[in-house]
Structure formats: structure tokens, C-alpha cells
């Protein structure tokens, strides 16, 4: 698996330019890609990231795939591409703004807003696999829309999805 | 003719309303008073106030305003009964008491305690389309489906009852409608598979008294299978789970959130139910009956006498709660009792609504494009069936693919905006959506309280067209014809006012009161009001002036979906951010803008 790591690493270079340049020097790099691993895309500290092939045509699966799940499940409330609504922040900055672990938190237990101003709500999704399923794959779409790597609107080209991935997914749906 | 004919229905009406809610109906038909959400029981939203008129709107002022306190999207309208004025809000549902006589002094205001955990069983915002009034009480749905009756002069609970259960996705937008000795009341979560119903409850006690679904044996959905007709014809037996695929029908939608009409000659209500769930049709074989389907049901025992399902096995989100319209009025000839519907999924249906005939089904934005019409020959297989163009069937395409240019998309060429009608001009004046989508479906499976949409979509101002995502139209609904449209830059989501003074006024998503001339539809006035209109205009009379009063407080899924502007995807990159983005125009508030002429 090492070896896997080490060599998407140094064909990712060129692609990882980009972002890496807007990062301070001591700042943690959530954003890059460190290594791949049958599909699936992750920085140094082994926290899921998106990818975009060399000529920028192609997104990884993930990203693609949680394009779609977003729009299914968080759309209604935090609006298309991860803009925001009216009631509901832009999950396409807290993606970058927040921790992986506390995202997933949120996602997967809720948190409340109530008030004098506010009466926000965002509910737990822990026992809903239409988003446990695809939490990292909403998750690096979103982080993609984030550093607007991935631009408004239908992801283009994408990766094919592994094998690996399609195993994971059904074992997740328990189909 | 029409002379003649509306005095016998006035005749007609006062005979029967006797022996019903006759407080209520005496209430309504006096024109100074807005005393429910839809004008009348006919939905026509047309007053007969006079005072303003087309000559004399442009110089209307703003008048006084309200502070709900309350910052989601304000659907609905005030009521004015007597000399009081009742404000409602969004979750959490605040009701005001405001006295017209001392400037809008709140005399009370009933603030109910809810579950906030209702919030995100919402589906498109916390929205509530306003209260009711009858025999001295107010009643407010509350979005926990918990229904109350306040004493209309001291706000003091009178009864409550819970209508359903949040964790399992049931939640409450409505407005409730009080007929005879009943209230009447429906039920939201069409994407939380909700098997939805419409229950009545009685008015003085809040007994519940019987209760339909839409989808389910014919003893849950209350039809006769041999007296229950579509065009004309028996339903039959099992109606509805004949046409579902194993136990789906169980959460299978069918929710019942629109407005409702009643006609009390015939002693019949009527709504329409939303769509099947999920979104994704693969996963839903069969019509999917009773979803997307116009009911007219019996007050007193809630028996369908007719049905008509516009959209067979939905494969758009075309929910048919928008409202009906009851008019009498000559069609090919015929003076008939007709009930017209603009349907989420783009046609506008005139129906004989003592039959349930079919009589006109046309496209009312010539951007619709689903379907190529529907089969009007009774002699046909496909009698009143809306022929699917296979480029834009989201079924034919399949599971996992990207079926584009779609139109209307899912939020209808109208959602429950209400339309109005004059009786003057004889015309329909009906705010609407010019949108499009791209829709895909794909496989969710089902967990209780949890959304179950099962499809991505993407959404964008209706191409080769004016660049706007909405348009403002005069509708004759006895041919089918559009008389006149009003491009707008954003959709239409605000309920329009007709006028004896033939001036019709609606909302803007920018926040713009407008008033236009009921005949040409020349713009007349407009004000800007501060935030984004979904609510409803209505008209009242206070100490001798006409007044016109509007809720302002953008949200509700126009909120969501042109907050940030809509994109097409398949304009490529360089249209991205192209199109407006309603943020650049207004902000969250929630506010009421009361208007009148000048002294």
C-alpha cells in the first residue's frame, strides 16, 4: 500500500500546485493530496480530499459522487453547490472552515441554533445510510466547491468508480 | 346571463350556508373583512373593494408596517375580522392580535412551544401559509402538526389535537380549512415518505371525526369503488394499491399540503396530493395512485366522489396540491360549475367540478416540455393521460442518469403561490415559475424521520427565453389561453389579489409589491418592500379606506434554490454565476407592509 502512496503522490505534483501555494508554510495542508488508495484520495493526515486529474478534466469518483448525493440530501436546506440558503450556512466553506472530524460530527449527531435571532437545526443523519454512505464523498465535493476547484454545476468528466468503492458502498447499504 | 347566474349561486350558497358554518360564510362575503387564507371557499381571491382602482394605485403610499420577529420565509396572509388584524409567522409559529383601531396595538400573542427537532423534518424551509378563523376562533396548524384553537379575542387555547408525528417526517405548512362543522386539515413530509391523508377534526372540540389517505386500501383512502369515479368511470376495487409495487404505497407520499376549496351546494371539498415517494420513479413501479391527483371529497364523511390523477407514476416531483379555483362560467356554450388547477407539472385543467370531467388541459408556459399534451379522446386507452416525451423521462432514461433540459423543473411551472381570479375580467392571474432542470435518479432506501429524495437536481432559468426565472400571466381558463405574460427576473412566489377596482397586485422575490391592470396587465405601481415576497396580498377595509397588505420575508424553496443563483450546467463555465443571485438584491426579514391611498 506504501508503494501506491509514494507513486500517485509524485504523478499528483503538477495537479497539487494550486492549492498548495495558498496554504501558509506551518498551516496544516487539508486540501493536498498525499496518496491514493483504490479510488479514494488523502491528505497527509489521512483525511479524505478530492482530486482532479492532470489536464483538469476528470474529478475522482468521490467527488462526483458526493455531488449527487449532496444535491439528494443536503440540498433542500444548504441550497445548490453548497451555497447556502436562506436558513442554512454554505456547507462549501464549513468544509474547508471546519475539521474533518467535527464536520463529520455535525453531520452524523445534528446541532441546534436556538435563540432570540436563530432557530437553526441540523439534524442528526447517523442512522440515515442515504448519507453515512457517501459522508466522505458529500464531504470532498464539498471541500472541492470550497477552494472552487470544482465550479458550479455537474462535475464534468470523472474517474470510474473501483471496484474497492462499489464493495465498500454495498456493504454499507447492506445490499 | 352572468347576471342571472351569480345571483341564483349567491341564492344558492345563503340557502345551504344556512343550514353550515353560516357565521363563517356571512363573515367572508363581507368585502371589507379578509376573513380566510384563499379570499373564499372558491380560492378566487378577488375582493370587491373598489376604492383602489387602476386610475388612482399609482399613488399609493405605504401605510404602517409590523415586525413579526421572525427571520424564515413568510408564506400566507394576514385575516382582518372586524376591527382586528391576525399576523401569523413561520416556526415557531407566532400568532399576533394587532387592533386596527390603535395602529396595529398588539391586543395578544399566542407563542406555541414546539420541538425544535421539527425544524429539519421541513422540507424547504419552515414555512406556515397562515391561520383560520370561524365561530369566534382562530386555528393555527403549527409545523408539529399540533393544531390549536385560540379564542379569536384573548388568544386563550380553546382545544388542541396532533394531527402526526414529526419523527416520522410529519410536519404541517398548511393553512387548515373550516367548512360547516368541520376543520379540515392536511399533512406535509412528501420527502420523508409520509403516507399522506387529509383528516377532519371537529370545529368546536377538535374530535377527530374521519380521515383519508391518499394512497392505500380503499378503506383507508375512504373510496367507493363502485360510486368513487375518474372521468366519469368507477375506480374499482383496491384502486390505489393496484397500482404500487408491494407495500411502497406505505410510504409512498401522496401529502396533502395546498389549499383547499369547498362548495357547499354540492357539499364537496377539494385539493390535491403531492408526489409519490421517492423522487427516484425506478424505485416505485406502477401510477403510484392516488399521488398528483385532484380529490373531491364529501364535507361530511370525507368519501371521494370524484378523482383525476394528472401525473401517473411521477418521475419529476410534479406535486398537485396547488390550489383549486371555483368559478361558474360558460364553457363551449355551456354555463357549468367549473374548478381550474395550475399544476405543478406545467398544464392548467378546467374541470367540471360537480362531474369531474375533463374539459381543457393545455400547457400554460410554452416552456413545458415533459409532455406534448394530454389525451382528451374518451374514447381513447389513454383517456386524460399526459403523453411523455421519452427524451425527458427521467423512468425511460434509468436509474444513474442525467436526463437535462427538462421543463418545468421540480418546482413547477407553480408551486402553491395562489393564483386569483377575476370575475369582472373573467380572467386568471397566475404568478409563476420559468425554470428548468436537470434530474437525476438514483437508489436511496428508507429510514423513518430521514429524507428520501433519491434524485439530484440542478435548476436554471428556462432557456431561449427572456433570461428570467419567472413570469406574472393573465390565464383564460375556458380555452386555454395565455392572455398576457409579465416577464419577471426571479419566480413568481408571492399569491396574487384581484380587484373590483381591476387592478390585480402580486409579490416579487426582490420584494416588489406590484399592481398591474387586470385587463392589460400595465404595470401601475410597485413598491419596495424589505426583503423577498412569498407571501400572499389581500385587501381589507378599515374605517372607510381600502387597504392592501402584504407579509415580506424571503425563504421557503425559493430561498434555497435562488439564494445563490441558479446556474445552467450546460452552458459550460463561462455562464457560471451569469444569472441573478437573489442575495444581491434582498436579505432575511419579516416584516408587514400595509398600504392605502393617500387622505
Keep these: 500500500m506504501q508503494l501506491t502512496r509514494t507513486f500517485v503522490a509524485s504523478t499528483l505534483l503538477a495537479a497539487l500546485a494550486l492549492p498548495a501555494m495558498a496554504q501558509d508554510a506551518d498551516e496544516i495542508d487539508n486540501i493536498s493530496v498525499a496518496y491514493e488508495e483504490d479510488g479514494r484520495y ?62 463529520v460530527d455535525v453531520v452524523v ?26 459522508l466522505d464523498d458529500i464531504y470532498v465535493y464539498l471541500k472541492a466547491r470550497g477552494t472552487e476547484a470544482v465550479p458550479r454545476g455537474r462535475p464534468g468528466g470523472r474517474e470510474d468508480k473501483t471496484d474497492a468503492i462499489r464493495e465498500a458502498e454495498n456493504a454499507c447499504l447492506g445490499l | 346571463m352572468k347576471k342571472l347566474l351569480a345571483l341564483t349561486s349567491v341564492a344558492a350558497m345563503c340557502a345551504t350556508g344556512a343550514l353550515a358554518n353560516d357565521g363563517l360564510v356571512a363573515e367572508m362575503d363581507k368585502p371589507e373583512q379578509w376573513a380566510i387564507q384563499t379570499g373564499d371557499y372558491k380560492n378566487q381571491r378577488y375582493s370587491e373593494l373598489d376604492q383602489i382602482t387602476a386610475d388612482n394605485v399609482g399613488s399609493l403610499q405605504a401605510n404602517w408596517t409590523f415586525s413579526t420577529g421572525v427571520l424564515r420565509g413568510h408564506e400566507g396572509s394576514p385575516l382582518v375580522i372586524g376591527d382586528i388584524m391576525y399576523v401569523h ?134 373510496f367507493n369503488p363502485e360510486t368513487t369515479t375518474e372521468l366519469g368511470k368507477p375506480v374499482g376495487a383496491d384502486s390505489s394499491i393496484n397500482s404500487w409495487e408491494g407495500d411502497q404505497w406505505m410510504i409512498g407520499g401522496g401529502t396533502t399540503w395546498g389549499w383547499y376549496a369547498a362548495d357547499l351546494e354540492e357539499n364537496l371539498f377539494y385539493y390535491g396530493s403531492g408526489n409519490p415517494s421517492t423522487w427516484n420513479p425506478a424505485q416505485r413501479p406502477g401510477d403510484n395512485k392516488w399521488s398528483m391527483t ?113 421543463c418545468p423543473a421540480a418546482l413547477g411551472t407553480k408551486d402553491q403561490q395562489p393564483a386569483a381570479y377575476s370575475p369582472k375580467t373573467e380572467l386568471m392571474y397566475v404568478p409563476t415559475n420559468h425554470v428548468c432542470m436537470d434530474y437525476e435518479p438514483f437508489r436511496v432506501s428508507y429510514t423513518a424521520g430521514q429524507p428520501y429524495v433519491g434524485a439530484t437536481l440542478s435548476m436554471y432559468p428556462a432557456p431561449d427565453s427572456h433570461g428570467g426565472m419567472g413570469n406574472f400571466i393573465a390565464w383564460d381558463n375556458t380555452t386555454g389561453e395565455i392572455k398576457w405574460s409579465l416577464p419577471e427576473q426571479f419566480s413568481v412566489w408571492s399569491g396574487a389579489l384581484a380587484t373590483a377596482g381591476d387592478v390585480v397586485f402580486y409579490g416579487t422575490l426582490e420584494g416588489y409589491l406590484k399592481a398591474v391592470d387586470a385587463n392589460t396587465g400595465e404595470e401601475l405601481y410597485k413598491f419596495k418592500t424589505p426583503s423577498g415576497i412569498i ?65
Design chain 2, 294 to 406: 385532484i380529490f373531491a371529497r364529501d364535507i361530511d364523511t370525507g368519501e371521494a366522489k370524484w378523482v383525476y390523477q394528472m401525473t401517473p407514476h411521477d418521475e419529476w416531483d410534479y406535486d398537485g396540491v396547488n390550489e383549486m379555483i371555483l368559478t361558474e362560467q360558460e364553457i363551449d356554450g355551456e354555463e357549468r360549475k367549473l374548478l381550474t388547477h395550475f399544476d405543478r407539472n406545467g398544464l392548467a385543467y378546467t374541470m367540471d367540478r360537480v362531474s369531474g370531467e375533463l374539459l381543457v388541459a393545455e400547457k400554460y408556459d410554452p416552456a413545458v416540455n415533459w409532455t406534448t399534451g394530454v389525451d382528451m379522446d374518451p374514447e381513447s386507452e389513454n383517456y386524460g393521460r399526459p403523453a411523455v416525451v421519452a427524451q425527458y423521462s427521467t423512468e425511460q432514461n434509468g436509474e444513474d442518469v442525467n436526463s437535462t433540459g427538462i
Design chain 1, 42 to 103: 488523502y491528505t497527509e493526515d489521512d483525511i479524505p480530499t478530492y482530486n482532479i486529474t492532470e489536464d483538469g478534466q476528470k474529478v475522482d469518483w468521490l467527488t462526483y459522487s458526493g455531488f449527487r448525493r449532496y444535491h439528494s440530501e443536503c440540498h433542500v436546506c444548504h441550497g445548490p453547490e453548497g451555497m447556502g440558503s436562506t436558513y442554512a450556512p454554505a456547507l462549501k466553506d464549513s468544509a474547508i472552515d471546519m475539521d474533518y472530524y467535527d464536520f
Design chain 1, 109 to 134: 449527531n445534528g446541532r441546534q441554533k436556538i435563540n432570540a435571532a436563530e432557530n437553526s437545526v441540523m439534524p442528526a443523519f447517523g442512522d440515515n445510510p442515504n448519507v453515512m454512505c457517501y
Design chain 2, 89 to 222: 409567522t413561520p416556526f415557531p409559529n407566532i400568532v399576533y392580535a394587532l387592533d386596527l383601531n390603535e395602529d396595529g396595538k398588539i391586543i395578544w400573542k399566542y407563542e406555541p412551544k414546539q420541538d425544535p427537532n421539527v425544524i429539519p423534518v421541513m422540507c424547504c424551509d419552515t414555512v406556515n401559509r397562515g391561520v383560520a378563523y370561524a365561530n369566534g376562533k382562530i386555528y393555527l396548524h403549527q409545523a408539529d402538526t399540533k393544531i390549536v384553537a385560540l379564542d379569536a379575542m384573548t388568544g386563550e387555547e380553546v382545544w388542541s389535537a396532533v394531527n402526526g408525528d414529526p419523527a416520522k417526517g410529519e410536519t404541517n405548512t398548511a393553512t387548515v380549512l373550516p367548512v360547516k362543522d368541520k376543520l379540515i386539515v392536511g399533512i406535509s413530509g412528501g420527502e420523508f415518505g409520509v403516507q399522506g391523508h387529509v383528516t377532519a377534526y371537529d370545529l368546536d372540540s377538535g374530535e377527530q371525526l374521519w380521515r383519508a389517505y391518499s394512497v392505500g386500501p380503499d378503506d383507508q383512502i375512504l
Design chain 2, 535 to 599: 407571501g400572499n396580498v389581500m385587501t381589507y377595509e378599515h374605517d372607510g379606506k381600502q387597504h392592501i397588505a402584504v407579509l415580506s420575508g424571503i425563504g421557503g424553496w425559493a430561498g434555497i434554490g435562488l439564494a445563490a443563483g441558479l446556474t445552467n450546467p450546460n452552458d459550460g463555465l463561462g455562464a457560471v454565476g451569469g444569472y441573478a443571485a437573489l442575495s444581491d438584491y434582498t436579505a432575511l426579514g419579516g416584516q408587514l407592509t400595509v398600504f392605502s391611498l393617500p387622505d
